[in-house]
């Protein structure tokens, strides 16, 4: 019930395209869902995030839909770009005492050709 | 640049080695995790401390060894290590629970080669 189902293993889109990362839970006690974007060499960073009472959120060229009734989640990332390659992990949170916990999908590394 | 530090950027150890791992934060956050990242794998949570105090140990192998001196650091002390604790080493906090939605920040991470 803690996993995080994340897919696809990796995606290669042309500059210009729509990049698309599907991710989907099982914990309805999961209460926030936030999308990581890691370079190599790096620390994951905080790239956008949703609560489950929102269907969906855009940030720019980024946007998470949200089912909550299906427990599914995707981000979309319109015009790709060759700097949007990375890897992408979705993860979804919940409180532990006064910290969080979370449970990250098991990532997705995106390739955009130029 | 993360507000989350983290050093040194890379170590090198030998198996009977003693080394620590640092991480500063000074966004006030009360809440600070350890975890370990493996190539091309999701971070894999260690430890978290909160307020100061250990609140979960993911049943790490006590050759691993956290300590938070006060809320703005974090240290992770290192003790005959094995090759396969080679990985990426990742220093997260976030806020107080109060604070809705607290996401993790992250460090850039050590990467530590143990030889």
């Known amino acids: 019930q803690q996993q995080v189902k994340q897919s696809p293993q990796s995606l290669i889109v042309q500059k210009g395209g729509i990049s698309i990362i599907n991710c989907a839970y099982e914990?309805?006690?999961?209460?926030?869902f936030p999308w990581y974007q890691q370079f190599p060499g790096k620390g994951p960073a905080l790239l956008i995030a949703?609560?489950?009472?929102?269907s969906e959120k855009k940030e720019g060229r980024f946007t998470i839909s949200f089912n909550k009734s299906a427990k599914q989640f995707s981000l979309h990332i319109m015009d790709s770009q060759p700097g949007d390659s990375a890897t992408y992990f979705c993860?979804?949170?919940?409180?532990?005492?006064?910290?969080?916990?979370?449970?990250f999908g098991s990532g997705t590394q995106l390739t955009v050709l130029p | 640049d993360t507000e989350v530090t983290q050093t040194p950027k890379h170590l090198v150890m030998g198996m009977t080695n003693k080394k620590s791992l640092k991480c500063e934060q000074h966004?006030?956050?009360?809440?600070m995790y350890w975890y370990k990242q493996k190539a091309k794998k999701p971070p894999e949570l260690m430890f978290v401390?909160?307020?100061?105090?250990?609140?979960i140990n993911e049943s790490v192998p006590s050759r691993f060894s956290p300590e938070c001196p006060n809320s703005s650091l974090l240290n992770l002390h290192l003790h005959a290590l094995q090759p396969e604790d080679s990985a990426l080493y990742l220093c997260?906090?976030?806020?107080?629970?109060?604070?809705?939605?607290?996401?993790?920040?992250f460090g850039n991470g050590t990467r530590l080669t143990v030889t």
């Open positions: 997260a906090s976030s806020a107080p629970l109060s604070s809705y939605n607290s996401p993790l920040h």
């Open positions: 914990n309805t006690a999961f209460d926030y």
């Open positions: 949703i609560r489950p009472d929102v």
């Open positions: 993860a979804a949170s919940r409180g532990w005492g006064s910290a969080r916990q979370l449970t």
């Open positions: 966004m006030g956050h009360r809440a």
């Open positions: 401390y909160s307020y100061e105090k250990l609140s």
